[in-house]
Protein backbone atom coordinates (compact mmCIF):
# COMPACT_ATOMS: atom_id res chain seq x y z
CA UNK A 1 0.00 0.00 0.00
CA UNK A 2 1.32 3.46 -0.84
CA UNK A 3 -0.27 6.68 0.57
CA UNK A 4 -0.04 9.74 -1.41
CA UNK A 5 -0.66 13.14 0.05
CA UNK A 6 -0.45 16.34 -2.31
CA UNK A 7 0.01 20.08 -0.99
CA UNK A 8 1.05 23.09 -2.56
CA UNK A 9 -2.35 24.00 -4.38
CA UNK A 10 -3.75 27.60 -4.19
CA UNK A 11 -4.89 30.39 -6.11
CA UNK A 12 -2.54 32.42 -8.48
CA UNK A 13 -2.78 34.90 -11.13
CA UNK A 14 -2.25 33.90 -14.92
CA UNK A 15 1.39 34.18 -15.36
CA UNK A 16 2.21 33.62 -12.26
CA UNK A 17 3.92 29.94 -10.21
CA UNK A 18 3.46 27.39 -8.15
CA UNK A 19 4.90 24.18 -6.74
CA UNK A 20 3.18 21.04 -6.02
CA UNK A 21 4.43 17.98 -4.05
CA UNK A 22 3.17 14.76 -3.67
CA UNK A 23 4.51 12.95 -0.38
CA UNK A 24 4.41 9.30 -0.34
CA UNK A 25 4.97 6.49 2.70
CA UNK A 26 4.31 2.89 2.52
CA UNK A 27 5.87 0.61 0.20
CA UNK A 28 9.18 1.46 -1.81
CA UNK A 29 8.81 4.98 -2.92
CA UNK A 30 11.78 4.49 -5.56
CA UNK A 31 9.84 1.17 -6.95
CA UNK A 32 6.88 3.10 -8.53
CA UNK A 33 7.07 5.45 -11.53
CA UNK A 34 4.98 9.02 -10.52
CA UNK A 35 2.33 11.28 -12.78
CA UNK A 36 0.48 14.03 -12.16
CA UNK A 37 -3.09 14.14 -13.29
CA UNK A 38 -5.94 16.98 -13.66
CA UNK A 39 -9.72 17.38 -13.33
CA UNK A 40 -11.52 20.15 -14.25
CA UNK A 41 -14.99 20.85 -13.70
CA UNK A 42 -17.32 19.16 -16.33
CA UNK A 43 -14.38 17.37 -17.42
CA UNK A 44 -12.55 14.26 -17.82
CA UNK A 45 -9.36 13.56 -15.52
CA UNK A 46 -6.71 14.33 -17.75
CA UNK A 47 -2.78 13.44 -17.98
CA UNK A 48 -0.21 16.21 -17.05
CA UNK A 49 3.30 14.65 -16.33
CA UNK A 50 4.82 11.24 -15.91
CA UNK A 51 8.26 10.64 -14.38
CA UNK A 52 9.88 7.03 -14.09
CA UNK A 53 11.23 5.87 -10.94
CA UNK A 54 15.01 6.24 -11.10
CA UNK A 55 14.10 10.32 -12.74
CA UNK A 56 15.91 9.98 -15.90
CA UNK A 57 12.59 10.03 -17.88
CA UNK A 58 9.93 12.14 -18.28
CA UNK A 59 6.71 13.03 -19.94
CA UNK A 60 4.55 15.99 -20.57
CA UNK A 61 1.23 16.47 -21.74
CA UNK A 62 1.74 18.94 -25.17
CA UNK A 63 -0.87 21.71 -23.16
CA UNK A 64 1.91 21.78 -20.40
CA UNK A 65 4.92 21.21 -22.34
CA UNK A 66 7.55 24.30 -21.58
CA UNK A 67 5.48 25.31 -18.69
CA UNK A 68 5.44 22.75 -15.98
CA UNK A 69 8.54 20.55 -15.23
CA UNK A 70 8.34 17.22 -12.65
CA UNK A 71 11.05 15.66 -10.50
CA UNK A 72 11.61 13.81 -8.11
CA UNK A 73 13.59 13.09 -4.63
CA UNK A 74 13.92 9.65 -3.90
CA UNK A 75 15.33 10.33 -0.50
CA UNK A 76 12.52 12.30 0.36
CA UNK A 77 9.96 10.09 -0.76
CA UNK A 78 8.05 13.30 -2.91
CA UNK A 79 7.42 14.25 -6.38
CA UNK A 80 7.07 17.58 -7.18
CA UNK A 81 5.47 19.39 -10.12
CA UNK A 82 6.55 23.12 -10.91
CA UNK A 83 4.12 25.27 -12.86
CA UNK A 84 5.37 28.21 -14.57
CA UNK A 85 3.49 30.75 -16.82
CA UNK A 86 0.20 29.85 -15.42
CA UNK A 87 -3.29 29.71 -17.35
CA UNK A 88 -6.57 29.93 -16.28
CA UNK A 89 -7.24 26.96 -18.12
CA UNK A 90 -4.74 25.10 -16.03
CA UNK A 91 -7.58 25.56 -13.20
CA UNK A 92 -8.43 22.26 -11.92
CA UNK A 93 -7.92 19.76 -9.14
CA UNK A 94 -4.23 18.09 -8.91
CA UNK A 95 -3.74 14.61 -8.33
CA UNK A 96 -0.67 12.55 -7.69
CA UNK A 97 -0.80 9.01 -8.51
CA UNK A 98 1.87 5.76 -8.14
CA UNK A 99 2.73 3.05 -11.10
CA UNK A 100 4.58 -0.17 -9.81
CA UNK A 101 6.27 0.14 -13.08
CA UNK A 102 10.12 1.21 -14.28
CA UNK A 103 8.71 4.21 -16.97
CA UNK A 104 6.32 6.73 -16.81
CA UNK A 105 2.60 5.77 -17.75
CA UNK A 106 0.22 8.65 -19.26
CA UNK A 107 -3.48 6.74 -18.68
CA UNK A 108 -5.12 7.12 -15.26
CA UNK A 109 -5.76 3.19 -15.77
CA UNK A 110 -1.95 2.45 -15.26
CA UNK A 111 -1.40 3.77 -12.49
CA UNK A 112 -2.02 1.83 -8.92
CA UNK A 113 -2.39 4.60 -6.16
CA UNK A 114 -3.91 7.79 -6.13
CA UNK A 115 -3.91 11.10 -3.89
CA UNK A 116 -6.91 13.22 -2.91
CA UNK A 117 -5.89 16.08 -4.86
CA UNK A 118 -5.40 19.54 -4.18
CA UNK A 119 -7.18 22.30 -5.68
CA UNK A 120 -5.53 24.84 -8.30
CA UNK A 121 -7.27 28.30 -8.75
CA UNK A 122 -5.75 30.72 -11.98
CA UNK A 123 -7.60 33.92 -12.17
CA UNK A 124 -7.11 35.84 -15.58
Known amino acids: QVQLVESGGGLVQAGGSL ?5 ASGRTFSSYAMGWFRQAPGKEREFVAA ?10 ADS ?3 RFTISRD ?3 NTVYL ?3 SLKPEDTAV ?3 AAAFAVMTRTTAGAYDYWGQGTQVTVSS
Open 19 to 23: RLSCA
Open 51 to 60: ISRSGGTTNY
Open 64 to 66: VKG
Open 74 to 76: NAK
Open 82 to 84: QMN
Open 94 to 96: YYC
